[in-house]
């Protein structure tokens, strides 16, 4: 034990000399800066071809309200003054988390000046897709920013924005696949979409094919890479981003989005908001802001027939996107053709991209270890207390006491984890959201406090029901009363039975802290492996999620062996290491010398 002490210790002084003595290096490969003119890119030929042009525009105000007449106090914001804003952080260049840890992308950049033309603050938080909407439905969100297509479906849930971007669908292949079209997917084939997006509505609805479903853009892109899946179909900004020179992949073909523009999404009752939204969007538009993001962010023809905005609002001036695009192709008879790499250099580039261990490993150790470790203590914590209880109620005489424990046993041990997270994020979320100030750690605490209490509980009952009835009769018979005998004889020893078991579901509870990050997190609460997505998303390599897992291990291996240490101690004792002590009857010399 002490040589397992001694190289912890050391891992740790290791790790934060290296903290403190690495300089994160020029992130020349960051996915979330913002790309230039330079990256501009023409209307795509195929694109009215393919989908049959944008289609009717039924939601777009004629014009909006003047900006002076926005009353900040009406919009019903959870933060007076601060828009709290909902989005995701590994879809560049439009939601993403730069290098310095910061929320930007052109959706985020654009609704900051939005922000700032109606005088509010803002403040982005984390989330997943899968929950977005719902959370901006319940409040949690004022505003959803998150490169969100509307649809007639995602309007019953939430309301909209007048459009700030055009959504269009990009085929994304492997090198070399034989297929060239959108007209050339067929049942059969694994065609890659995230879940919950408005691509997985178009490989459903419209081409009738049941496609694999991701829950992000860096897994169903590293899914592609290594040829898990025949194609991607994904949103234009995301695979522009996404694909790089050299990757094994390339985009074929691109459609129109059928279903309306892209807009942010606002509670559906929220009104004052959506108005005030729109007329800052106009108002951006107007000075010339949203063009000078757009040219800087996602540089490419618009498609004809659309602007963004009201209707009432000025065409932006752009420059010529068709013109530069062609000025950046290269020369004739300039050999700019990139061979395929290996599998082992795809591998190597993969995960053991070194700089960005160097890069990954200080903001995991000053950020994701310290959130992992408070999420991981204090849901121990409630689930040692509610365990204990649960155990008592357990093995009670009293049905009263054992049917409930049952029931919320079976119940919280029953569902995954992180539907309990969501429910409870999405559902008590917004009744103790006074209290918590929405900040997202209470709930998450909680919700993984009341499922490991499920799971210890039931340690602790087989270890209590483990211990010889013969020890609580013999307390009894001592005079002493069942709750007396309980509490000093049968619980502690049944609690050192299993402590093995009890050490592993901290173990288990340390990994999934990293589904909190569902509730919706500031970049500073990130846990250990957000850290490590979002620099993943950040330059589309997987060796941040790496560093993240070696954290992991780091944290999980002493652990493991401190389980081995506990269980090889309970079953053989401590071994006598002093000399005997002469006045001891049982020692070996007292025992001679009587004799």
Known sequence: MTRLRKSAVLALIALAVLTLTWAPPAAADDQCAPPGVESASALPTNLAAAAGGPGEDKYTTPNVQPLASVNRDALGLGTPGVLTVGTLSDAPPSICIDAAGQFTGFDNELLRAIAEKLGLRVNFVGTEFSGLLAQTASRRFDVASSSITTTDARRQTVGFTNGYDFGYFSLVVPTGSAITGFDELAAGQRIGVVQGTVQEAYVVDTLGLDPVKFPDYNTVYASLKTRQIDAWVAPSQQASGTVQPGDPAEIIENTFSLDNFVAYAVAKENKPLIDALNSGLDAVIADGTWARLYSDWVPRALPPGWKPGSKAAPLPQLPDFAAIAAEQQPGAGTDTAVGPKSTLSQLKDSFLDWDLYKQAIPDLFRTGLPNTLILTVCASVIGL?????????????????????????????????????????????????????????????????????????????????????????????????????????????????????????????????????????????????????????QTGNLSPLVAAGLFYLMLTIPLTHLVNYIDNRLRRGRAVTEPDDPLDPASPARTQEMV
């Open 385 to 537: 207390v509610l365990g204990m209880l649960l155990a008592v109620a357990g093995i009670s005489r009293s049905r009263w006491l054992r049917w409930p424990a049952r029931v919320y046993t079976d119940v919280f041990r029953g569902l995954p984890e992180v539907v309990v997270i969501l429910v409870i994020g999405l559902g008590v979320g917004p009744v103790v959201g006074g209290l918590t100030g929405n900040n997202p750690y209470p709930l998450g605490i909680a919700a993984l406090g009341l499922m490991a209490g499920a799971y210890v509980g039931e340690i602790l009952r087989s270890g209590i029901q483990s211990v010889e009835a013969g020890q609580l009769e013999a307390s009894r018979a001592l005079g002493f009363s069942y709750s007396v005998s309980m509490r000093l004889v049968v619980i502690p020893q049944g609690v050192r039975r299993v402590l093995p078991a009890l050490v592993n579901q901290f173990i288990s509870l340390l990994k999934a802290s990293s589904l909190v990050y569902f509730l919706g997190l500031i970049a500073s609460q990130r846990e250990l492996f957000q850290v490590g997505r979002d620099l993943n998303a």
